[in-house]
């Protein structure tokens, strides 16, 4: 019973691909978040949404898209893959009306590789 | 802005031994939250231990608990008994009470000696 679940676990794909990475959280959150942790493993938030609105979004491109079609599922589309985009995606999930030092909890992340 | 500093990127403690992880942070927020969060090889990120910035007692999990400083915006990490499992990166975290952005530190990578 995975809490959240992102997938894939691994993505290889060639610059200027179009990809997608899907994740899903059966805890009841209201609030999701994208990181991004690059190779020397700094995690930054990218996104963060809360009952499928936008909250936070950090000076990402606009080629990221996250989407939210509920508030159990925020996926992130890449358009126009660069090699800079290679990392590891987790996904997180919070809840706002718990007690506010609720922690997120974390998928098990996505690899990116651009080849 | 805040920001969350680790100064070690890398420790190694003997097995059964105990060992602090440094973790310093700046704020000129009075209400906040501060985490650790393990990240082994496996990559996923598990939550250690927490603590309300309100709450002068220090949070404690078993073997893992904090050295928090307020004043000092200082915020360790003391693992006691040290066990093969606890190898992995340490992250430590920052998250604003008025913000859901969690800010992490870079991390220390913790070996642990057999």
């Known amino acids: 019973d995975t809490a959240v679940s992102q997938t894939p676990k691994y993505l290889v794909t060639q610059m200027g691909n179009d990809k997608s990475i899907k994740c899903e959280q059966n805890?009841?959150?209201?609030?999701m978040y994208w990181y991004k942790q690059d190779s020397k493993k700094f995690l930054k938030i990218m996104f963060s949404?809360?009952?499928?609105?936008?909250?936070i979004n950090e000076t990402v491109p606009n080629r990221f898209s996250p989407k939210s079609p509920d508030k159990a599922h925020l996926n992130l589309h890449i358009n126009s893959l660069e090699l800079g985009d290679s990392a590891v995606y987790f996904c997180?999930?919070?809840?706002?009306?718990?007690?506010?030092?609720?922690?997120?909890?974390f998928g098990d992340g996505t690899r990116l590789s651009i080849l | 802005a805040q920001t969350v500093t680790q100064s070690q990127p890398e420790m190694s403690v003997q097995e059964a031994e105990t060992v602090t992880l440094s973790c310093t942070y700046d704020?000129?927020?009075?209400?906040?939250?501060l985490f650790w969060y393990k990240q082994p090889p496996s990559r996923q990120m598990i939550l250690v231990i927490r603590q309300e910035a309100y709450k002068q007692q220090n949070a404690t999990e078993n073997r893992f608990s904090v050295n928090f400083q307020k004043a000092a915006k200082s915020f360790s990490l003391k693992i006691s008994d040290s066990q093969l499992g606890d190898a992995a990166m340490y992250f430590c975290a920052y998250r604003s009470a008025w913000d859901d952005k969690i800010i992490f530190g870079k991390g220390t990578r913790l070996h642990i000696l057999p």
């Open positions: 805890l009841g959150h209201d609030t």
């Open positions: 949404y809360n009952n499928k609105e936008l909250i």
């Open positions: 997180a999930s919070s809840s706002r009306t718990d007690l506010s030092n609720q922690p997120q909890h």
């Open positions: 704020t000129s927020e009075s209400d906040y939250y």
